[in-house]
């Protein structure tokens, strides 16, 4: 390998750094004018109506849009049901609702005018926890019902194993809503004209596309959505963008003029999609000797007010929910439910963090009454290639689950640890498997063009959106590998939904595997234009040429060589294509519909993490002093990409394990910013070393697995390990917070 | 045929008519700052100083760039030799010749300034002929001496058949500059970023990349060319579009912001490339019978400074100056030169007017010498399939030459003629081949990308551009055709060289051949994916599904019809690509270098024209009574597109024959503005009829060849003969003006 696997910086990284990348707010157009929305600002309720008298004679107003002004059919979201509204018509489902549109000619007149907009709301009893929303006679908050999805996953027979179990753990766990807390908060600028052009700090351009059209009552055609450099997503910005996006074009249509809408940070946290809040009850049967052999999960999703990306977050729930285990006897059921809240939707790890969470917190504590070591019951039940998992599907290759294990056996052991009895110490271990690729939730198809130019730089273009976790990076490299050159060739562009096939949602750690991809598919077939054309340069066989180092050189005689470049431009002036736009397919899942029995993703990341921490015993205070997360990758890209995915998403985890708890009065949230509401800063960053294992995986681009997602999940898990080991008390709960630990210790001392 | 061949309306004809369309002078954007070039003055010199203080004091000047300032090799060009500077470093070689680029806040302190550049230039005795070019003496205007190009087609033997002809006519012909006068000057608009966005009225959008990139020493593929709507061509806008484009460009990188140059009218004369005046010396021997047994061509282009496309048209007046007929002898010469002038390069027609001026006079000659009718002659010579033409290449179909004679015969006779003498009546005829595709002048590749929505619109992309010429529309029917929808359901986008294979230039009648190749190659891979889709929801085999009126259709049913936009969703989820990126290559030119024997372009379009005129023998004016345009197009995409191809190209054969002409005094052009070179109004009309003959063409979609060029040759000749007949003296020079025809018509008279 020539630049695969190398350490590489992010190829966009100076234009990050020196400010040259230009974020959808830096965008400037004449006569443009900007938007903000009026929200609900109570739980529930109808809507009796509007009144924008006061805000249309605030000065710098244009215009006032309410649901009645949606060419459309007032509809958003990503995946069906599409059961959101860009703006209220009728009913209020939760605080954060956006009733009307307010432009004016600066963002400052625009708050200010939809300040003053009058909402009249007929307010019903708001339904707040899962268990109203379940209660028989509850109001139904949609028509529908309070039942977003409800999923089973059935394997084996899970009563009798049970009985056949020597021992049986059982709990329940729970999570808390969680924010994205992006760098940079929604926002989209619509430019008018024959087609509409829409920037936007986006995650999936293509959903965005269809529901900007479908809200214009346009044809898809007519609309071209180009992402702007995007300041972090995390699966926040997908919903989101549809209703900003189609509330800006629709605004720069009636008024032809470009319109700017760029949420406030509170706006984003109450009036964008967070991570689901779960109450996860889990049953674990093993024998004495560590088998596990039945283990049964009810997992229950608080998705708010509407469905939004909850039926996928409750299918990778329910597949996931009895963890990277071979299991003979398996039942989950997965729910995911509406209340009154904020909706929730796509959150990197897509619900897995939830389930991991309470699968190896009860792992754990399985180990503990069998007394056998942590790592071992991990050794013992891990599943090896060959295995089936919990849907039944076996993989042969790229089950790289045990070692990961052996690689965090291996570590060294923490610091010498102090005997002031300030300090309590402890370890814990985590286990996960997340499945790569969209496999459950549909078909999972990426395009992908590579364009060389006559002087051999490269171009690509994709469908999937860079978001900061380094995908353009991994693209140049894919590219450069195939097609013999340095990454420094190669530019990798952002998306322009006019450019390439609709490849769906940037979602499920899918960009390195399935959309690399279908940027080597397009890379080889330029490689072969070149090859082609080499040979009738060098009048020999293209068996007999090898593109490296930016030429194309004799494999028999490696002082015969072309520049790429002299190559390119031959290739055009023969007729050889040097651009190729290439379609990427992942192998289709197939399952039972009923018992969710068979293959549903095209392979999994595994990985297991060691955290070792120090508890302030007079202050709840934790510091992690070590954090190892070894993943299995298939083969590493990029090292230095690698490891800014796993410490980010490592940290992300821990915050979600330790520090971020979005607090509801009465339906309404109250931190919503940054100085309430406790997101890890550079502060609080923990000691993260990346160990990667390189299990091959043959649907991926030489072999690679995508690695996004599955640290937060092993993070936030191996966080709850350590601290129950530290401190001795067993957390059901998520966020761990220092008051928590606080409480629990002194209750511990006090008893 | 559901929708090729029905009259339709310009696709994108409503942005126009109301002001949508945006054009490169449209654009606005934030800091933008605007130039202006200082050019030489003087036809020949040597630059000794260039002296911008008075310039840099002007209010506003924010920057003033000379040779000295381009980072990279300060060429442009669209083919080899590129020999001409972005801004001149030494050598003077025109009066027009850009010198230094003055950049300021507003387009007029940007020209005031412009003027205030002092420029330093030791002057040569300027070359403004041929004849002072060829002398061999003569001062080397370039290194490699006065002659751009010369080549030779020889097919027989050419003296041993003059010997055995019965008569011999021989004369020569000139034709004068033209200038291309389209609406839009020459504009550009630079954007500066991590790469460049350069928006431009232009022709060949990937010759625009590639020399930005290379002046500004940056990869090509760190520059994006975005044509804008764009006003006309007529192959105008090409070198000059890489001059200011790589200008625009350079300024903005130096001072990091957009930079918009747009050319006045005066400059789009004097600064961008004319049509090439040429000489042409034609001796044709013929039998008793009115059997031509050979011809003999010299053709001298005055190409003015620099090469441009010279050797394009060089070749294309080597194969076109024996015109449409199968004649066993032909010897042709075609030479281009330099001189100190406006250089010249593409303009529609490519030189193929002149030599078809040249010969078709001398046809009616011959006709007339030997009493033979003259449709009736062209009837004894014209090209039939199976017959070899001057360079030896056979058609066994599409040669619908002979059609277009019998259509133009059977046109009604001229309205009656009065019997006063003030009036002369004359009926001329001219027969033409023109040549589609790039043939000799290299490979013809172009690429497309069709891409259907889920809501079944469809967007079309292209790398050849729409300059007026109905282009898109002819892509919209096209694909619109193939996939069995509404044309209204279909977009066709301007070029974005990020997204298609670089297509080369936008010339030689290619667009509609070799460009709707390639729309129909994507589109069919499209139709493949609806048609397999079908197939599976109607539970049958593909072959018994047909796409029509936008829905997928069982042909053994009629009413068995799926929406094609449930088709597309359901091809997207199941995951059949809905967007494919074609790449077209014609089939190659292959002939002999030294004869120019072989195959040389894919098909030809063949014209046969008939004008009646009336001539005022008191004035000199020329009322055009009757213009009969029968081509030969394979197959009508769209009636009224070629209907308007037709007239405004005859409109343009007309201003060459009748009214335009560059004048130059001592190098310098005198007559730069509309005021006093005179092109035709609407008030000059001519009451064109077109008539289409389809001999259908294997090599073009649906059998459809290019129409854009050829009726501007045949127009030209038409009204040459015309003028002939009616004032009974035959011009050996266009234009033939008013005053012209006044003084033969004196002439005549006192003798």
Same mark, same amino acid.
């Given at each position: 390998m020539a630049v695969i696997g190398k350490q590489t910086r992010k190829v966009d990284g100076l234009e990050l750094i020196t400010g040259q990348a230009k974020f959808t707010g830096d965008y400037r157009f004449p006569g443009m004018v900007y938007g903000a929305v009026k929200r609900a600002g109570v739980p529930a309720g109808r809507l009796t109506g509007v009144d924008a008298e006061a805000a249309r004679a605030i000065q710098g107003v244009v215009d006032v849009l309410t649901a009645a002004d949606i060419p459309g059919p007032n509809l958003i979201g990503v995946l069906p049901p599409f059961d959101q509204p860009l703006l209220a018509a009728n009913e209020i489902r939760y605080a954060g609702e956006s009733v009307a549109l307010v432009i004016a000619e600066t963002a400052e007149e625009a708050r200010r005018a939809a300040d003053a907009v009058s909402v009249s709301i007929e307010p019903y009893e708001p339904i707040l926890t899962m268990d109203q929303a379940l209660a028989p006679d509850a109001r139904k908050i949609h028509e529908t019902g309070n039942v977003t999805l409800s999923k089973k996953l059935i394997k084996g027979e899970i009563e009798p194993a049970f009985e056949t179990a020597d021992v049986i753990v059982e709990g329940t766990f729970e999570t808390s809503f969680q924010e994205h807390a992006y760098l940079e908060p929604e926002t989209v600028c619509a430019v008018p004209g024959r087609r509409f052009t829409l920037y936007a700090s986006c995650q999936s351009p293509f959903h965005i596309r269809g529901h900007v059209a479908a809200n214009l009552n346009a044809p898809a055609s007519s609309v071209k959505v180009i992402q702007a450099s995007t300041g972090g997503s995390f699966g926040g910005k997908d919903d989101v963008a549809t209703e900003i996006g189609s509330l800006a074009c629709i605004a720069a249509q009636r008024l032809n003029r470009p319109v700017m809408i760029a949420h406030e940070r509170k706006e984003s946290i109450i009036g964008s999609n967070l991570r689901h809040a779960a109450r996860i009850r889990i049953k674990t049967g093993a024998m004495s000797d560590g088998k596990i052999v039945a283990r049964q999960i009810h997992v229950l999703l608080d998705g708010g007010a509407y469905a939004s990306e909850s039926p996928f977050v409750t299918m990778k729930t329910l597949i996931h #929910? #009895?963890?990277p285990y071979r299991i003979e006897n398996v039942a989950v059921e997965s729910t995911s439910v509406y209340t009154n809240k904020t909706y929730c939707g796509a959150f990197r790890g897509f619900g897995v963090p939830q389930v991991t969470f309470a699968s190896e917190s009860q792992i754990d504590e399985l180990a503990e009454k069998l007394g056998i070591d942590r790592l071992e019951i991990r050794r013992i039940n891990g599943l090896r290639a060959g295995d089936p998992n919990a849907t039944g599907q076996v993989y042969d290759q790229s089950v790289g689950l045990l070692e990961t294990i052996e690689e965090i056996a291996k570590q060294p052991a923490g610091s010498e640890q102090t005997t002031d009895d300030r300090y309590v110490y402890g370890t814990g271990y985590a286990s996960v498997a997340q499945g790569i690729s969209n496999g459950a939730e549909g078909v999972d198809v990426t395009g992908a063009s590579v364009q060389m130019s006559q002087d051999g730089s490269v171009l690509v273009g994709i469908g %999937?959106?860079? %978001?900061?976790?380094g995908s353009r990076t991994v693209y140049a490299l894919i590219a450069a590998e195939v097609l013999g050159v340095d990454v420094d060739s190669v530019s990798v562009r952002l998306v322009d939904t006019d450019a390439v096939h609709d490849s769906g949602p940037t979602v499920a750690s899918r960009s390195t595997t399935v959309g690399g991809m279908a940027v080597h598919k397009a890379a080889t077939e330029v490689r072969t234009s070149l090859v082609s054309m080499a040979a009738l340069m060098f009048k020999t066989d293209q068996e007999n040429i090898e593109l490296r180092d930016g030429f194309a050189i004799l494999k028999m005689d490696d002082s015969a060589r072309i520049p790429i470049r002299e190559v390119a431009t031959a290739a055009y002036w023969t007729g050889f294509p040097v651009m190729n736009l290439a379609f990427s397919k992942a192998p289709d899942a197939n399952f039972d519909d009923e018992t969710h029995q068979g293959n549903v993703y095209i392979a999994y990341n595994y990985g297991t993490h060691r955290m070792d921490v120090r508890v302030d015993r007079r202050t709840g205070e934790v510091d992690v002093l070590n954090h190892f997360a070894a993943h299995d990758v298939g083969r590493v890209i990029n090292p230095l990409g690698l490891e800014g995915q796993v410490e980010g998403a490592s940290l992300m985890g821990f915050g979600l394990a330790h520090m971020e708890r979005i607090r509801y009065a009465d339906g309404i949230i109250q931190n919503a910013n940054f100085a309430d509401y406790a997101v890890p800063s550079i502060k609080d960053r923990i000691p993260t070393t990346t160990i990667a294992v390189e299990d091959p995986n043959p649907t991926g681009p030489f072999g690679a697995k995508g690695a996004g997602e599955p640290p937060v999940a092993a993070a936030a898990a191996v966080f709850a390990n350590a601290i129950a080991d530290a401190v001795g008390v067993r957390f059901t709960r998520l966020p761990i917070t220092r008051e928590d630990i606080l409480d629990a210790v002194r209750g511990r001392d006090d008893g």
């Open positions: #929910a #009895a963890g %999937l959106t860079e %978001l900061g976790q």
